[in-house]
């Protein structure tokens, strides 16, 4: 299901999540991994004028009064319901809505989301605005394997370059019984909105007495590395695999970033090369390497489902992620059904 730029909804939908497309401008739309000055200017330069040019090229009025851009949406895995609160903050487009488990439905998360158009004002500004229009699809795959398989987590657990919503690491925090969630991003203004969740789900009880916080982790950055290192049980990252510039960085960081026998859940889709790639890089790194492509009943179900019926807005490559283990012990943790 696509939703028109409006984004209007019902009171209980769905959960929208982002339709990719195969350039790689709309890759470089959903980076992850923003780097500040003293991380690699040139980078972050480039990556928001390949925003704007994806932006730019989608059916839009001519003329320089045009301010914004339409985010057409794939459908969703049917794993979540979204059903908005009636609350707005203090933008016209954003508001508070609650995302709930469909098949675990004694857990959800408040979250900001914001279903208004992409500015293209805020391109230029900041370098990944596409989280806080949408939930993308391997997250929401991996906000849901989080709580089938919630009693597995323990000890510390970071989520990786989870954009505006870190929705997985969100329903490890709400779910399982760990001490404490980290919930990270490269972008400043991805984790100044997951600081808003963070306070507005504690205050609704929902951690109990795991320790939540959140912070800028750019995974190419020593400092923030460095500060983390060997300090978590579970790392978990969705769709963070496509940028070539920083797909050796993110590996090493997951591999400083674990305790020994520690263990990365990795969810992503082939998306050409891309994952493959990724999985020679944590080899050669010294790490387990394990992918599943049937972990879930539900998510293989829908899966099987789009590829019967045909649906032009699916392409497997893009849309379906696998899942990828890796583990710093001598074996991996089998994920199979």
Same mark, same amino acid.
């Given at each position: 299901?696509?939703?028109?730029?409006?984004?209007?909804?019902?009171?209980?939908?769905?959960?929208?999540?982002?339709?990719? @497309?195969?350039?790689? +401008?709309?890759?470089?739309?959903?980076?992850?991994?923003?780097?500040?000055?003293?991380?690699?200017?040139?980078?972050?330069?480039?990556?928001?004028?390949?925003? $704007?040019?994806?932006?730019?090229?989608?059916?839009?009025? +001519?003329?320089?009064?045009?301010?914004?851009?339409?985010?057409?949406?794939?459908?969703?895995?049917?794993?979540?319901?979204?059903?908005?609160?009636?609350?707005?903050?203090?933008?016209?487009? =954003?508001?508070?809505?609650?995302?709930?488990?469909?098949?675990?439905?004694?857990?959800?998360?408040?979250?900001?989301?914001?279903?208004?158009?992409?500015?293209?004002?805020? %391109?230029?500004? *900041?370098?990944?605005?596409?989280?806080? %229009?949408?939930?993308?699809?391997?997250?929401?795959?991996?906000?849901?394997?989080?709580?089938?398989?919630?009693?597995?987590?323990?000890?510390?657990?970071?989520?990786?370059?989870?954009?505006?919503?870190?929705?997985?690491?969100?329903? %490890?925090?709400?779910?399982?019984?760990?001490?404490?969630?980290?919930?990270?991003?490269?972008?400043?203004?991805?984790?100044?909105?997951?600081?808003?969740?963070?306070?507005?789900?504690?205050?609704?009880?929902?951690?109990?007495?795991? $320790?939540?916080? *959140?912070?800028?982790?750019?995974?190419?950055?020593?400092? =923030?590395?460095?500060?983390?290192?060997?300090?978590? +049980?579970?790392?978990?990252?969705?769709?963070?695999?496509?940028?070539?510039?920083?797909?050796?960085?993110?590996? =090493?960081?997951?591999?400083?970033?674990?305790?020994?026998?520690?263990?990365?859940? %990795?969810?992503?889709?082939?998306?050409?090369?891309?994952?493959?790639?990724?999985?020679?890089?944590?080899?050669?790194?010294?790490?387990?390497? *394990?992918?599943?492509?049937?972990?879930?009943?539900?998510?293989? +179900?829908?899966?099987?489902?789009?590829?019967?019926?045909?649906?032009?807005?699916?392409?497997? @490559?893009?849309?379906?992620?696998?899942?990828?283990?890796?583990?710093?012990?001598?074996?991996?943790?089998?994920?199979?059904?």
């Amino acid at each position: 299901m696509e939703r028109d730029s409006t984004g209007s909804a019902e009171k209980s939908e769905p959960v929208p999540s982002c339709r990719d @497309n195969n350039n790689e +401008d709309t890759c470089a739309a959903k980076t992850r991994t923003p780097r500040g000055e003293t991380c690699g200017a040139t980078h972050v330069a480039r990556a928001r004028w390949t925003l $704007l040019r994806q932006v730019l090229r989608q059916k839009q009025s +001519d003329g320089p009064e045009v301010k914004e851009v339409s985010v057409r949406r794939f459908a969703t895995f049917d794993l979540f319901v979204r059903k908005t609160l009636g609350e707005r903050s203090n933008t016209s487009d =954003d508001q508070w809505v609650e995302y709930k488990s469909v098949y675990f439905p004694e857990y959800s998360a408040f979250l900001r989301d914001n279903l208004g158009p992409l500015r293209v004002n805020e %391109v230029l500004n *900041s370098f990944d605005n596409t989280g806080n %229009v949408c939930v993308w699809p391997s997250e929401e795959v991996m906000a849901h394997y989080c709580l089938q398989k919630r009693h597995m987590f323990k000890g510390a657990v970071c989520e990786l370059g989870g954009g505006m919503t870190c929705l997985g690491g969100l329903m %490890v925090a709400i779910s399982a019984d760990v001490k404490e969630v980290l919930l990270s991003d490269g972008n400043e203004k991805s984790i100044q909105n997951v600081r808003k969740l963070v306070e507005r789900n504690r205050q609704a009880g929902k951690f109990g007495s795991t $320790l939540v916080s *959140s912070r800028v982790v750019r995974w190419d950055c020593e400092v =923030d590395i460095s500060a983390l290192e060997g300090h978590f +049980d579970i790392i978990v990252c969705a769709d963070c695999l496509f940028l070539d510039q920083y797909r050796a960085s993110l590996v =090493d960081a997951m591999r400083r970033l674990l305790r020994p026998n520690g263990m990365a859940l %990795v969810f992503a889709p082939l998306r050409g090369e891309t994952l493959r790639l990724f999985c020679e890089l944590a080899q050669q790194a010294g790490l387990c390497v *394990s992918q599943h492509q049937q972990y879930d009943a539900q998510v293989w +179900d829908v899966h099987l489902k789009m590829l019967r019926e045909g649906k032009q807005a699916y392409d497997e @490559n893009i849309h379906y992620p696998l899942l990828i283990t890796l583990t710093k012990g001598p074996q991996p943790v089998n994920h199979a059904q």
